[in-house]
């Protein structure tokens, strides 16, 4: 049974700071495309951060550059997503998601995190 299980979001204050762990099961790890993504209030879901087609290589979307950093570690099958100087605009359920490349994709239930002072 594949499962990918979001946690670490929560309020923050702006400026504040937060780590996502996205825990996987059920799937080889290594072999997808680990990212993330969020939904506003309101708004589509959106990509944040991860790898998309290339395992190796991480994109960041632009509103998030130089704030986020995503990881993965490999062995304890596990994507996060480093948030620093959060912002307001940030507020979103964060998402994760894998895909193979085969276009096989798991999505998780997501994680809230609120950035209000």
């Known amino acids: 049974q594949v499962q990918l299980v979001e946690s670490g979001g929560g309020l923050v204050q702006p400026g504040g700071s937060l780590r996502l762990s996205c825990l996987t099961s059920?799937?080889?790890?290594?072999?997808?495309?680990m990212s993330w993504y969020r939904q506003p209030p309101g708004k589509e879901r959106e990509f944040v951060a991860g790898?998309?087609?290339?395992?190796?290589?991480?994109r960041y979307a632009d509103s998030v550059k130089g704030r986020f950093t995503f990881s993965k570690d490999i062995v304890e099958k596990t994507a996060f997503l480093q948030m620093y100087n959060l912002k307001p605009e940030d507020t979103a359920v964060y998402y994760c998601?894998?895909?193979?490349?085969?276009?096989?994709?798991?999505w998780g239930k997501g994680t809230q995190v609120t950035v209000s002072s």
């Open positions: 790898s998309t087609h290339d395992a190796d290589s991480v």
């Open positions: 998601h894998a895909r193979s490349p085969a276009g096989m994709e798991y």
């Open positions: 059920g799937f080889t790890f290594y072999y997808y495309y």
